[in-house]
T-cell receptor, first 113, second 115 residues
């Protein structure tokens, strides 16, 4: 079984709709992250959480919100989706060690029409 | 501010040829460096990492990378590539000794192995 899972794997939605992407992990890690990947831009950090009570903005948090429901669950919401939020979204986890090696989920491909 | 530069967006190479994917970083303090691989339609998988010690790091699938502090580089190499190595490769840095635990990623290099 995968250690980091994301649902849905693919989603097509319309402009203005509210969308939630979910991430679950069985690795027992405290730290969780949401990234978006765009062609030619690599991965950019949206939000990260070091524990259930700790949520931090990344470099591109505008238009997104997150919820850390439990140690194992970290959800990303688009309150009102727009076409330039069309991207591949990844969740990742890490242990609270200095190296910050991160473990990635399989990704969610989101298309906003 | 920390940054990672992967100058080559795409590297075409023939099967069984050697390859080098370049990565340069900027950071004023000690760094941890990573190479991740993304196969088509999959998430990112760790290839190798440099934390400290020997500057030559060996990873999975025959890849290795060398940390060069004076040139602020961490280039990835493989002496003989296979078709199955076709993927996108990302270099990443944690450039503050772990203080913030955030990774900064490069823009990626697509390795296209041709028969």
């Amino acid at each position: 079984d995968a250690d980091v899972t994301q649902t849905p794997r693919n989603r097509i939605t319309k402009t203005g709709k509210r969308i939630m992407l979910e991430c679950s992990q069985t690795k027992g890690h405290d730290r969780m992250y949401w990234y978006r990947q765009d062609p030619g831009l690599g991965l950019r950090l949206i939000y990260y959480s070091f524990d259930v009570k700790d949520i931090n903005k990344g470099e591109i948090s505008d238009g997104y919100s997150v919820s850390r429901q439990a140690q194992a669950k970290f959800s990303l919401s688009l309150e009102s989706a727009i076409p330039n939020q069309t991207a591949l979204y990844f969740c990742a986890t890490s242990e609270p060690s200095g190296s910050n090696e991160q473990f990635f989920g399989p990704g969610t491909r989101l298309t906003v029409l | 501010a920390q940054s990672v530069t992967q100058l080559d967006s795409q590297v075409p190479v023939f099967e069984e040829a050697p390859v080098e994917l370049r990565c340069n970083y900027s950071s004023s303090v000690s760094v941890y460096l990573f190479w991740y691989v993304q196969y088509p339609n999959q998430g990112l998988q760790l290839l190798l990492k440099y934390l400290s010690g020997s500057t030559l790091v060996k990873g999975i699938n025959g890849f290795e990378a060398e940390f060069n502090k004076s040139q602020t580089s961490f280039h990835l190499r493989k002496p003989s590539v296979h078709i199955s190595d076709t993927a996108e490769y990302f270099c990443a840095v944690n450039g503050d000794g772990g203080a913030t635990n955030k990774l900064i990623f490069g823009t990626g290099t697509l390795l296209a192995v041709q028969p």
